[in-house]
């Protein structure tokens, strides 16, 4: 079957830190990826994507790569600010709106 | 222009009764999918409706039914509730019919307390 893992959380860094969220998938074929943000209170939103393997995804300094030697797609920042803390999402899609979400990971960055 | 517009935000019901969520997707988009998102489950997907037809559906029981309407609207209900039903429940819409690669909007979501 599809199914997304991800690490498991939480995980506190200090303000400019490295970011690396890690994810794997597995698929009976060929998936787009997407990692999403939830900000306290609100919905997800779309961070960034990649739909074929070696794609780099990337949005507001966050960036991801489709690997699928290892069938992986870990979310890295080299600097992660205050108003990073959220928690994310990786998650696989193949037709239609059927996406498969990991658990999330929450993420506080501490000044 | 206006997000995704899901109601109520917040309600408490009992177990046994039923509940039905409503969500207005983005203007002119026709994809509607609902996700239920619980601490120990993360977001698992129940179904999504484009125009008018439900496309694709999860792993849960027939309490969880849903609908979509001529103006894309959506709502979906559950039937005799259970005290794990409680959960943050997700409305997200797309434009299109594409295959998977577009964004989804979601919405704030309708959280539900069934004690």
């Known amino acids: 079957g599809n199914s997304v893992t991800q690490m498991e959380g939480p995980v506190t860094l200090s303000e400019e830190a490295f970011l690396t969220i890690n994810c794997t998938y597995t698929?009976?074929?060929?998936?787009?990826l997407f990692w999403y943000v939830q900000y306290p209170g609100e919905g997800l939103q779309l961070l960034l994507k990649a739909t074929k393997a070696d794609d780099k995804g990337s949005n507001k300094g966050f960036e991801a790569t489709y690997r699928k030697e290892t069938t992986s797609f870990h979310l890295e920042k080299g600097s992660v600010q205050v108003s990073d803390s959220a928690v994310y999402f990786c998650a696989l899609s193949f037709t239609g709106n059927q996406f498969y979400f990991g658990t999330g990971t929450s993420l506080t960055v501490i000044p | 222009k206006a997000g995704v517009t899901q109601t109520p935000r917040y309600l408490i019901k009992t177990r046994g009764q039923q509940v039905t969520l409503s969500c207005s997707p983005i203007?002119?988009?026709?994809?509607v999918s609902w996700y239920q998102q619980t601490p120990g489950q993360g977001l698992q997907f129940l179904f999504e409706?484009?125009?008018?037809?439900?496309?694709n559906k999860g792993n849960f029981p027939g309490r969880f039914s849903g609908r979509q309407f001529s103006n894309s609207r959506s709502e979906m209900n559950v039937s005799t509730l259970e005290l794990g039903d409680s959960a943050l429940y997700l409305c997200?819409?797309?434009?299109?019919?594409?295959?998977?690669?577009?964004?989804?909007?979601f919405g704030e979501g309708s959280r539900l307390t069934v004690l």
């Open positions: 409706y484009f125009s008018e037809t439900q496309r």
């Open positions: 997200a819409s797309k434009r299109g019919a594409d295959r998977g690669t577009g964004e989804l909007f």
């Open positions: 698929a009976t074929g060929y998936p787009s």
């Open positions: 203007s002119g988009h026709r994809s």
